[in-house]
């Protein structure tokens, strides 16, 4: 049997390319829940897969302007990401807001972002290629490449950029969903120690122990979980408040 073609520059034939967004794919599902984790491990797979790119960040657009670098291999590629939301332009929001890929052949010709285009080439990155992860109401996020030349990213670069952004999008989403859940038994928790405390301490039903916790919550404009965890880490009502009958 033939193997599996591949281009000059060792781009992965169809066969191979399979095989790697299978091993993309393990890798991910692997951080269980730990969002930081699973963002780093995106940047970290794309530098090692997408032919062309020598360096990945992953930013959060926040409405139209605010961008919040979450991940990166480098410094390079989180400070290109601050320089768009400081600019208001940049192939990273054209990503999210416009279109679901940007690349950028020859950043020092592309007159689509003068000033995003100019500074960033002055630092010695040479083309880009961005793919939006996902949109989340008021939240979106975007997947950034960095080539240190112009030309850097061909047809078969975005390809392998698109399948893997697509991967990533699914393990993004399955870690946020998993750590709300172990966030929600984490508060459900602490909670339901703080009223046994206030329950056994001043023999209160867990209704009253639970009002005491929440007037407390409001008084001090503090989260209900914050003022239970106080709690059972001090032994004390956070304020010195006390039971009203």
């Not at 929440?214 to 880490?233: G, I, M, Y």
Request: glycine share 10%.
């Amino acid at each position: 049997m033939a193997a599996a073609a591949s281009d000059p520059r060792g781009t992965p034939g169809a066969t191979h390319l399979a095989d790697v967004m299978s091993r993309t794919a393990r890798r991910l599902q692997e951080e269980h829940g730990d969002v930081e984790a699973t963002l780093q491990a995106v940047t970290v797979t794309a530098v090692e897969i997408v032919p062309g790119a020598a360096g990945c960040s992953i930013s959060y657009v926040i409405g139209r302007s605010t961008v919040e670098p979450r991940a990166s291999t480098g410094d390079l590629s989180r400070s290109l990401d601050l320089l768009q939301g400081r600019l208001g332009q940049g192939p990273c929001m054209d990503a999210v807001w416009e279109t679901d890929a940007v690349r950028v052949d020859d950043l020092a010709a592309d007159d689509r972002w003068p000033l995003f285009a100019r500074e960033a080439a002055g630092r010695g990155v040479g083309s880009m290629l961005c793919f939006r992860l996902f949109v989340e109401r008021n939240r979106l996020g975007a997947m950034n490449l960095y080539g240190r030349k112009p030309g850097t990213f061909d047809d078969v670069s975005q390809d392998v950029g698109h399948l893997l952004a697509a991967h990533a999008a699914v393990a993004l989403a399955g870690a946020e969903h998993e750590a709300q859940l172990r966030a929600a038994v984490g508060s459900r928790d602490a909670i339901g120690q703080a009223k046994g405390i206030l329950m056994e301490r001043h023999k209160l039903t867990a209704d009253q122990a639970f009002a005491v916790l929440a007037r407390v919550s409001q008084e001090l404009n503090r989260k209900l979980t914050d003022v239970a965890a106080e709690l059972t880490d001090t032994g004390a009502v956070p304020g010195g408040a006390r039971r009203r009958d």
